[in-house]
């Protein structure tokens, strides 16, 4: 079992930045990828951006170039560094771990709210 805790969501304007961080406890040494999605209410999870183990990151179109995603294995903590935020960010942010295996967990989400 994996358990994820996420923090630093919170409110901005238009152009702003934020930091999400996301903590793992349990059975981390299980895990090979880390990562960011997001939903908005009535649509469907959709994915930010994944970290492996190896510090390899992807990210979707829609944040590249502004939001960069970093992992500290030694603390079992994933990061979130969104830049250049805009309106249509504003939803709740999920923390997800996939581990070799492929069982995933999820956190219980932050919030991220832009105003313009």
């Known amino acids: 079992q994996v358990q994820l805790v996420e923090t630093g969501g919170g409110s901005v304007q238009a152009g702003g930045s934020l930091r999400l961080s996301c903590a793992a406890s349990?059975?981390?040494?299980?895990?090979?990828?880390m990562g960011w999605y997001r939903q908005a209410p009535g649509k469907q999870r959709e994915w930010v951006a994944t970290?492996?183990?190896?510090?390899?990151?992807t990210y979707a179109d829609s944040v590249k170039g502004r939001f960069t995603i970093a992992r500290d294995n030694a603390e079992n903590t994933v990061h979130l560094r969104m830049n250049n935020l805009k309106p249509e960010d504003t939803t709740v942010y999920y923390c997800?771990?996939?581990?070799?295996?492929?069982?995933?967990?999820w956190g219980e989400g932050t919030q991220v709210t832009v105003s313009s």
């Open positions: 349990g059975t981390t040494f299980r895990i090979a990828l």
């Open positions: 997800n771990s996939k581990s070799y295996s492929s069982l995933t967990y």
């Open positions: 970290i492996s183990n190896g510090g390899s990151t």
